[in-house]
């Protein structure tokens, strides 16, 4: 879906602040860019902060994750009619047994494998020894370790000046030997429970933080509010609650589609034939937190159990087969079904930020990551001071389509153009995107071009590629003309017009008209009426178009201006009214039947009515959807009889003024 309409008051802010550091001096910008430092610095010092002490940051981040995770639950307990202390606790106790059963689970069946290993060791011999086999004629395992002992042989040999001179006598071995001393039970307990201690103690650390937060969360929130100040408690409310709400929902989420992919993984695993089936399906739950890298580690050990523990290779197969079916499934069913992408995060910032936690914390911070950097993206939504993280690691787009579409044809990359335009096309007709997209993008590319920021080169490469992105559209525009004309038929059938559509894109039909479509000026102004024409004929009039050299003295008589209802001259420019006024007398010249009409482009399609009388037009419009009603309508110019009437007087002072 279109995120465009949810972010216009943003991007009109982020347009304000261009407008403001454009009227900047030199200097003043200058001042802006350094006050950029002490941003960049506490965030360096942060992190610093985090990375050395990440043993008392480490438990508190699980903690706030986890509040964000089960505050849902406790809200609906209490909504049941449960005593506050009743819910947080009774929510906490559950949660944190079922961790503990689910390890307990896990542990048992880790120790199964492990002693089971060796037995399996027969069929991973033999396949290797048939692989080999199998490679035999052309000798690649023979030669693969041949070049292994080579360059073995050369780095273990020792360089001629290290090494040690030869010594007299018969090569003397160094004995062995191994000293054994009883342990007693208190050591051999000690051993057992100091690597459980730290463990055991952040766990309980993590469970006591849980429950102060959930008890002191509404304290804890209006404590933050004051600390951020009482001007943006606006801001502090909204960001709380969308952190809340993105992270918990994620964590819920994710946990359902987790298990909805583990559980029948171990029952697949199961009826197959592969030992421990329910160790695989746990550990893909756990697995499957971790973005992309999860779900491949999880798939890859059943798959190399699948290999050793039978000695065909009709389970391994299977196995990978039960894999991807369970991966498409949970791609494109489950997981845009329970939550889509409604972490706010683009694939990309989720590798980033998979490794830039695993630095810091290890395989916890893998798994806590893509939570952690949801926090992040929250912060820099709201906090100005932070906006860059929401533009490096958020998935809206940081560029507004007009500006995007000029950027691609700035860059000349019409393919791309086409790409995103087809994008929006999904969910929008052709006018509308050229009435809210293209022709803003080209009034961007027209002031560049006034103001000298664009040499000729520039503009020529533009035109082209907005040129390719019309030829592009053709298609489109011709598919949307098949429904015009079934939607016609229908509406024929039933007698009585739907009324569902925009009301501003609501245009006349065109059957059995004529218009002609010119550009005013330049190669931009070429391209506009290419646009403009080709919305005309979806609207089922014929219709031509024109370069705007053919309006010059000597081939303005070369149009095909005969027999037209209208015809449109297109000017991006505002300030070429002169002009228009000049091509509007020789077009009533060469067409004196024909309506003329002059559009002169803007973002906000004001009506130009005052400038009719000034043009000597018929219309003056300023956006597309008028230009297509003036275009179509049945209004004519002039009577050929007035025509007539207003040309005769002329000739005859003419004549006058010879025989004079």
């Excluded at 933050?224 to 001007?231: A, N």
């Excluded at 918990?248 to 946990?255: A, D, E, K, N, R």
């Excluded at 034939?273 to 580690?297: Q, S």
């Excluded at 001071?385 to 044809?409: A, D, H, M, S």
Aim: proline share 6%; hydrophobic share 50%.
């Amino acid at each position: 879906m279109l995120r465009f309409p949810r972010r216009a008051d943003q991007d009109q802010v982020k347009a304000g602040s261009r407008y403001m550091q454009t009227a900047l001096a030199p200097g003043a910008a200058a001042i802006a860019k350094t006050s950029r430092l002490p941003t960049l610095a506490a965030t360096a010092a942060a992190v610093a902060v985090i990375y050395f002490a990440s043993e008392v940051f480490l438990p508190l981040a699980i903690a706030i994750l986890l509040t964000f995770a089960l505050a849902p639950v406790v809200s609906y307990l209490r909504r049941a009619g449960l005593p506050r202390s009743v819910a947080i606790i009774g929510t906490v106790a559950t949660a944190f047994l079922f961790l503990f059963a689910f390890s307990a689970v896990l542990a048992v069946q880790v120790s199964e494998v492990a002693q089971n290993l060796p037995t399996y060791q027969y069929n991973i011999i033999e396949k290797i020894r048939v692989l080999k086999e199998a490679g035999s004629e052309s000798q690649i395992f023979e030669r693969l370790s041949r070049v292994v002992e080579r360059i073995t042989a050369e780095i273990s040999r020792p360089r001629p000046e290290t090494a040690p001179s030869p010594q007299p006598g018969p090569e003397q071995k160094p004995l062995l030997v191994e000293i054994f001393s009883p342990e007693r039970p208190i050591e051999t307990l000690r051993n057992i429970i100091n690597p459980l201690l730290g463990p055991l103690a952040t766990t309980g650390l993590v469970i006591v933080v849980v429950i102060f937060m959930l008890f002191e969360r509404e304290d804890l929130r209006d404590r933050f509010i004051r600390l951020v100040g009482y001007g943006d408690l606006h801001r502090t409310t909204e960001a709380l609650q969308d952190a809340g709400a993105r992270v918990g929902q994620y964590l819920l989420m994710q946990l359902v589609v987790n298990i909805t992919y583990g559980i029948p993984l171990a029952i697949g695993l199961w009826l197959l034939g592969i030992p421990n089936a329910i160790l695989w399906g746990m550990l893909a739950i756990v697995l499957r937190f971790v973005p992309y890298i999860g779900p491949v580690i999880a798939a890859s050990l059943p798959l190399f159990l699948a290999f050793a523990a039978a000695p065909g290779w009709s389970l391994l197969v299977w196995t990978a087969g039960l894999f991807i079916v369970l991966e498409l499934v949970s791609n494109n069913v489950i997981e845009p079904w329970l939550y889509g992408s409604r972490t706010g995060l683009s694939p990309l910032a989720i590798i980033v930020a998979a490794i830039f936690w695993a630095w810091l914390w290890g395989p916890v911070g893998l798994v806590l990551s893509t939570p952690l950097t949801v926090c992040l993206v929250v912060l820099g939504r709201h906090v100005p001071q932070f906006e860059f993280l929401e533009i490096l690691l958020g998935n809206e787009p940081v560029l507004n389509p007009k500006e995007r579409l000029y950027q691609r044809l700035l860059a000349g990359d019409p393919d791309e153009a086409t790409d995103n335009a087809e994008e929006m096309l999904e969910e929008k007709y052709l006018i509308e995107f050229y009435d809210t997209v293209a022709i803003p993008a080209l009034l961007l590319a027209e002031h560049d071009r006034v103001r000298g920021a664009l040499a000729e080169p520039q503009v020529t490469q533009i035109a082209q590629s907005a040129r390719t992105l019309v030829s592009n559209l053709e298609e489109i525009a011709s598919e949307e003309l098949e429904e015009e004309e079934e939607e016609e038929e229908e509406e024929e059938g039933v007698g009585e017009e739907s009324g569902d559509g925009d009301e501003q894109y609501d245009l006349p039909l065109g059957d059995g008209k004529s218009v002609l479509c010119i550009g005013g000026r330049s190669d931009l102004d070429d391209v506009t009426a290419s646009m403009l024409a080709q919305v005309i004929r979806v609207q089922g009039a014929e219709v031509a178009s024109a370069s705007h050299k053919d309006l010059k003295p000597g081939a303005i008589r070369e149009l095909p201006s005969a027999g037209r209802n209208a015809i449109l001259v297109s000017f991006l420019n505002q300030d070429s009214l002169r002009h228009a006024r000049f091509i509007v007398r020789r077009l009533k010249r060469i067409a004196p039947i024909s309506r003329i009409g002059i559009v002169l482009w803007r973002e906000d399609g004001a009506p130009r009515t005052e400038l009719i009388e000034e043009l000597q037009a018929d219309f003056v419009v300023s956006a597309i959807a008028d230009s297509v009603r003036e275009a179509l309508s049945e209004e004519l110019a002039r009577p050929m009889k007035a025509v007539r009437a207003k040309i005769a007087p002329r000739h005859h002072v003419r004549k006058r003024k010879t025989s004079a």
